[in-house]
């Protein structure tokens, strides 16, 4: 993987996002894939960008598995060394409501690791792209996860964590500040935007994996919930809890997470 085939897959998922946002303009339809509680809501949008980036993709490493939230599972993945990790939007909530705070997120993994990632906000075509051991961009520009320490430290949370009072053990030396998406989210610590991010719940593969690419193609660190690196392309693609930082905040975070992390059922 060099950066000319990295230029090529950023080209690729930056069309899916103005196809994204093509749909928005037009007018799309919205599911719930759990209609009695309003949750988990798919749109045409969704699927189309799917459809787009599967035919894409496969094209670009016809060897490679491919895992997608919008794409039924097939196990024949597991035994592939090369597997795309998609998520065609995530943040579709805040795709609904026009809040500018969603993605296409797409990551290449070789034997479980994350090696790149590419990710488009679609409302606003911020690209974020990077590799493993190769570097990471921003538009075009060198981006480091790298932040000066201040005395509080800055975290992008999500508006329901932020609700459910998540936050709120750490309110004397987090400053947290809302984002939709956590693969956005993923992206803008990347790109040294803030000093970190972490979320204490379950998430699937998709959501995060080319964050966790971009965070280590830029320089930081980023860990599961019990602090071990993280592998893909598992059987089960739920993971359990994350944490992102800069590498001169990591330590700080993880250690207050250690000391005042809630218990979660
Ligand atoms: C959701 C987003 C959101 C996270 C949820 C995910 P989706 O993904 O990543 O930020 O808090 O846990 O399900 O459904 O919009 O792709
Ligand atoms: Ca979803
Ligand atoms: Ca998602
Ligand atoms: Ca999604």
Same mark, same amino acid.
């Given at each position: ?111 479980? @690791? $994350?090696? #790149?990632? &590419? !990710?488009?906000?679609? *409302?606003? %075509?911020?690209?974020? /792209? ?5 570097? =990471? ?30 936050? @709120? $053990?750490? #309110?004397? &030396? !987090?400053?947290?500040? *809302?984002? %939709?998406?956590?693969? /956005? ?5 990347? =790109? ?33 919930? #019990? ?39």
């Amino acid at each position: 993987m060099d950066k000319t085939w990295l230029n090529g897959l950023a080209a690729i998922v930056q069309e899916a996002g103005r196809l994204v946002e093509d749909i928005a303009r037009q007018g799309f339809d919205t599911q719930f894939k759990n209609p009695e509680a309003r949750r988990d809501p798919v749109t045409t949008a969704d699927l189309a960008c799917d459809a787009f980036l599967k035919e894409r993709l496969l094209h670009l490493l016809p060897e490679a598995g491919w895992l997608s939230e919008e794409t039924k599972d097939r196990p024949d993945r597991l035994g592939k060394r090369w597997v795309w990790i998609v998520d065609p939007i995530d943040g579709t909530r805040e795709f609904v409501r026009r809040i500018p705070e969603y993605a296409v997120s797409v990551a290449l993994a070789q034997d479980g @690791e $994350p090696r #790149a990632g &590419v !990710l488009v906000n679609p *409302a606003t %075509g911020d690209v974020f /792209y990077g590799a493993v051991g190769l570097g =990471a961009w921003r538009n075009g520009t060198p981006m480091a996860c790298s932040r000066a320490r201040g005395e509080r430290l800055t975290i992008l949370g999500s508006r329901s964590e932020i609700n459910r009072g998540e936050f @709120e $053990p750490f #309110a004397d &030396v !987090l400053d947290v500040r *809302a984002v %939709g998406s956590i693969a /956005y989210k993923l992206a803008l610590v990347a =790109a040294g935007e803030a000093d970190g991010t972490f979320s204490l719940g379950p998430k699937h593969e998709w959501d995060i994996a080319a964050g966790v690419a971009l965070v280590l193609a830029a320089g930081g660190r980023v860990h599961d919930g #019990a602090s071990r690196p993280f592998r893909f392309n598992q059987p089960d693609t739920l993971t359990h809890g994350i944490v992102a930082a800069t590498p001169e905040a990591y330590g700080d975070l993880a250690s207050l997470l250690r000391r005042h992390a809630p218990k979660r059922g």
